[in-house]
């Protein structure tokens, strides 16, 4: 069976949604009906954390490469707690380094995950932020994660432009109308489940 190590925050954890309506694990479920003998995933992520609290994370984590899939989505609450963006280029980059270990260096076998819009949800209404200004700097962190993972080989998958397509849908959005639902993830395997399929299979 193949194994798969998902990294990140909220995003990957599922804040709100049950255990199998996490994007990690629905793609592990696309996959396996599609003839891919991948187990589920193991998940390492928590809500809130920034970069630096995931590396810490892995320090502290018995891992055991080597993974044939790793995943990393991480960098939303750098954005919203303010940090800059030379910060979170340094971190980021180092992340994808792990990650890029824990895939025994195979760098086709590892996804980097975009950072979803949340300025578009009510929460970010409701609660005074401004959506073009956040929306301004969700492009710049995933204009320097793009960048990164393109030098390290990286597969770059962008799930941003799923996430403002789904904007305020309460269907698309859990109780705290800010997280996605299972439904908003099942529409980022559009993206994500090719990237995926065509990585296992190198």
């Known amino acids: 069976m193949l194994r798969y190590l998902a990294l990140g925050d909220s995003y990957t954890i599922g804040e709100g949604v049950a255990a199998d309506g996490r994007w990690p694990a629905a793609l592990a479920r696309r996959l396996r009906a599609q003839g891919m003998p991948l187990g589920e995933p193991q998940i390492l992520a928590v809500t809130g954390w920034t970069t630096d609290e995931l590396a810490a994370a892995i320090e502290r984590e ?22 800059d963006i030379f910060n979170f280029r340094d971190e980021f ?74 904007g305020a849908a309460p269907d698309l959005l ?20 090719p990237a995926a399929r065509s990585a296992l299979a190198v």
């Open 62 to 83: 018995p891992l055991q490469p080597p993974y044939d899939l790793v995943s990393l989505l991480i960098g939303v609450n750098n954005q919203y707690r303010g940090r």
């Open 174 to 193: 859990v109780e705290d109308a800010l997280h996605p639902s299972a439904a908003q993830y099942a529409r980022w395997l559009d993206t994500l489940l």
């Open 93 to 166: 980059d180092a992340l994808l380094q792990r990650a890029l270990a824990f895939a025994g260096g195979r760098s086709s076998r590892v996804l980097a995950v975009s950072i979803p819009d949340w300025g578009v949800t009510p929460f970010a209404r409701i609660n005074g932020h401004d959506p073009a200004r956040i929306a301004a700097a969700i492009d710049t962190f995933n204009r320097a994660a793009g960048e990164i993972a393109a030098r390290a080989g990286v597969v770059y998958v962008n799930v941003t432009a799923a996430s403002r397509q789904a």
